[in-house]
């Protein structure tokens, strides 16, 4: 049974950098099966896709991020991780890590995620 | 990018009713597509991909199906623990999207 598990600071200050890893246990990041996700919900609002990240290390990211975040494997220690840079009071939220089922290029779809974790952006 | 409208937003309904959802894409899809549950305080869970794939686990009560531009979630005979937030998710194309959500809520 695959777990994920978010951790990183609740609190970010605006224009610093949004840093959260996702622990894997019950499955290898490696896994050619898989790639493994960043999703957000501000709250009480919906669910925005935010990148994805292969075993090799490459990544796909929402374009609107794109110039601010960067989706990164640890294998050695089985965890992903997120960084956002720049960050303001838009990006607030319960931000979740998944394990995400795909064809490559379409198909994917979220079959395990983290509980999430709350991210407030604030000085 | 492809946008994904459901309906209703929120929907009210009383144990053993029927419960439709529908999910609309902004353009035709091939036939990937999630459905997602989501109760209070909780990570979201796949009911069902590629349309009308059952994730194992979930209950036969929930369906799905579509093609083109409109896609449908059935709950047939509504029990308590299913009143949530459901959402659509499409992944015929980047960047993957939800849609809005839909509240079932107890009449």
């Known amino acids: 049974q695959v777990q994920l598990q978010e951790s990183g600071p609740g609190l970010v200050e605006p224009s610093q950098i949004l840093s959260l890893t996702c622990t894997v246990s019950?499955?290898?990041?490696?896994?050619?099966?898989?790639?493994w996700s960043w999703i957000r919900q501000p709250a009480g609002k919906g669910l925005e896709w935010i990148g994805r990240?292969?075993?090799?290390?490459?990544?796909n990211y929402y374009d609107p991020l794109k110039s601010r975040v960067s989706i990164s494997l640890d294998t050695s220690k089985n965890q992903f991780s997120l960084a956002l840079h720049a960050v303001t009071a838009a990006d607030t939220a319960v931000y979740y890590c998944?394990?995400?089922?795909?064809?490559?290029?379409?198909?994917?779809?979220?079959?395990?995620w983290g509980q999430g974790t709350l991210v407030t952006v604030s000085s | 990018d492809v946008q994904m409208t459901q309906s209703p937003s929120s929907v009210y309904a009383s144990i053993g009713d029927r419960v439709t959802i529908t999910c609309r894409a902004s353009q035709a899809m091939s036939n990937w597509l999630a459905w997602y549950q989501q109760k209070p305080g909780k990570a979201p869970k796949v009911l069902i991909y590629d349309v009308s794939t059952l994730q194992s686990g979930v209950p036969s009560r929930f369906s799905g199906s579509g093609s083109g531009r409109d896609f449908t979630l059935t709950i047939s005979g509504l029990q308590p623990e299913d009143f949530a937030t459901y959402y659509c998710q499409q992944a015929d194309r980047f960047p993957l999207s939800f849609g809005g959500g839909t509240k079932v809520e107890i009449k």
């Open positions: 998944a394990r995400t089922k795909s064809r490559g290029w379409y198909g994917d779809w979220f079959d395990s």
């Open positions: 990240v292969y075993k090799t290390g490459s990544a």
């Open positions: 019950g499955d290898s990041i490696t896994n050619r099966n898989y790639y």
